[in-house]
């Protein structure tokens, strides 16, 4: 067992701003609905007490501050990147052996250089800013038939009606997937983030990770069928570089990555959209802001995107003896590295509880990641939150939170947000941004 806990000198105490000294480890509980709907009082009690500490639930190191997070992210000798799911060692043995039959290899997301790197020039040639270009007016076109199917309403679940479907087309689009494809992958990929992220008691694993083995089998399918002719979308894009590189990727290497772009797009966009809206619309002169100023847009979705990520931490694994905040940590333990913590280290950003989309240094959020694993789909996650935003403050200027409603949101140790949301606005749409 590591050595979690120390004892608080009196400085220490009081330097917690008048704030109950707890157990840190025993009280971070991410699963709990208090973390699942605000993580960021629990973020502030360990700026202000033990900035890293131990968790026995998960045997993890949390890792809160600024500083301490990207020099970890810089430094993959000591650091490395690691394929850990803190539920494994729950999955029943016929769990594991149908896991082992998943046809694809460990993702771009779980490698360090060299491998990275030999996987990143390929998905960096296969979905680059020219391979992007043009799109703006499709995705714009997918919005705003969305927008038409609930209009007259005067009401909508954001995540169900419009974040995820919009999503999903957008990136359906991209790789030339039908519709029925596309909905049976957002299924599948729901169910997968349950097994992987959530917990599931030992009754659900067996549905969970047949769903999960079949959309790892889904992406390997179709880079397998295209392989040979591919064409002139997402997929044959990243055939043709998987082949064209001087060591050629295997058909399983370039499914991977075509399904960790795939699946990011379906979960992480539709997440940080319904962050997007609440956080402008309860505090609504936020939302008047972008109807009056539409230009204005986005740089307030990159403050957004400091202040509520939808991605609330990374794993690291030490290769040797480290010291990170102060904590003597063993060779062989896990990090979580909790970058959304460190979005709100007020030793990087100036009251960072604040919205304050003028902030000199907004750029330094660690939202799309840091390094060499910064998230390639960046400026497309940027160029559809955008335009997502441009058509709803335009078309309904009026949209609000629908008042009274209980806030549901998702239970996980990496990833916050709502699971719904819901919107209404006056109607006829356009009668008033009041």
Request: contains cysteine.
């Amino acid at each position: 067992m590591h050595e979690a806990k120390t004892n608080l000198s009196k400085n220490a105490a009081e330097s917690a701003s008048g704030s109950r000294l707890i157990d840190l480890g025993q009280a971070f509980a991410p699963l709990s609905p208090a973390y699942s709907a605000n993580p960021y009082d629990f973020y502030k009690q360990a700026h202000e007490q033990e900035s890293v500490f131990f968790s026995e639930l998960y045997n993890m190191w949390m890792v809160t501050r600024y500083e301490d997070v990207t020099t970890i992210l810089k430094d993959s000798r000591r650091f490395a990147i690691v394929d850990f799911n803190p539920w494994e060692k729950h999955y029943t043995p016929e769990v594991h052996a149908l896991m082992n039959t998943s046809r694809l290899v460990p993702s771009i997301v779980v490698v360090d250089p060299p491998e990275h790197t030999r996987l990143r020039i390929c998905l960096n040639k296969a979905f680059s800013p020219q391979s992007m270009s043009g799109l703006e007016p499709s995705i714009r076109s997918i919005a705003d038939q969305l927008i038409n199917e609930f209009v007259d309403k005067g009401q909508v679940d954001i995540q169900a009606q419009f974040a995820r479907p919009y999503s999903a087309q957008v990136m359906g689009s991209l790789a030339n997937f039908a519709l029925d494809e596309l909905e049976q992958l957002q299924a599948w990929s729901s169910e997968m983030a349950t097994f992987l992220l959530g917990g599931a008691s030992a009754q659900e694993q067996i549905s969970l990770a047949q769903a999960t083995v079949a959309i790892h089998n889904y992406f390997y399918r179709v880079t397998e069928q295209n392989w040979t002719m591919p064409g002139d979308d997402l997929v044959g894009n990243m055939i043709k570089e998987a082949q064209a590189q001087p060591e050629p990727l295997s058909i399983a290497e370039a499914a991977s990555l075509l399904y960790t772009l795939i699946i990011a797009g379906l979960h992480t966009t539709p997440t940080f959209l319904g962050n997007c809206f609440y956080q402008l619309l309860h505090e609504r002169t936020r939302w008047l802001t972008i109807v009056d100023d539409p230009e204005s847009i986005p740089t307030i979705a990159e403050e957004i995107m400091r202040l509520d990520p939808p991605g609330l931490g990374v794993l690291r694994r030490t290769t040797e003896t480290v010291v990170v905040g102060g904590k003597t940590i063993p060779a062989g333990a896990i990090l979580h590295l909790l970058v959304a913590a460190a979005n709100h280290d007020p030793a990087c950003f100036h009251d960072p509880e604040a919205f304050r989309p003028e902030r000199e240094n907004a750029s330094r959020q660690l939202g799309f990641g840091y390094g060499v694993h910064y998230c390639t789909g960046a400026p497309l996650a940027r160029l559809v939150v955008r335009v997502a935003l441009e058509q709803f403050s335009q078309r309904l200027p009026s949209l609000r939170l629908t008042p009274d409603q209980q806030f549901c949101y998702v239970a996980s140790l990496n990833f916050h947000g709502f699971s719904q949301l819901s919107l209404e606005w006056t109607f006829p749409p356009l009668a008033s941004k009041q």
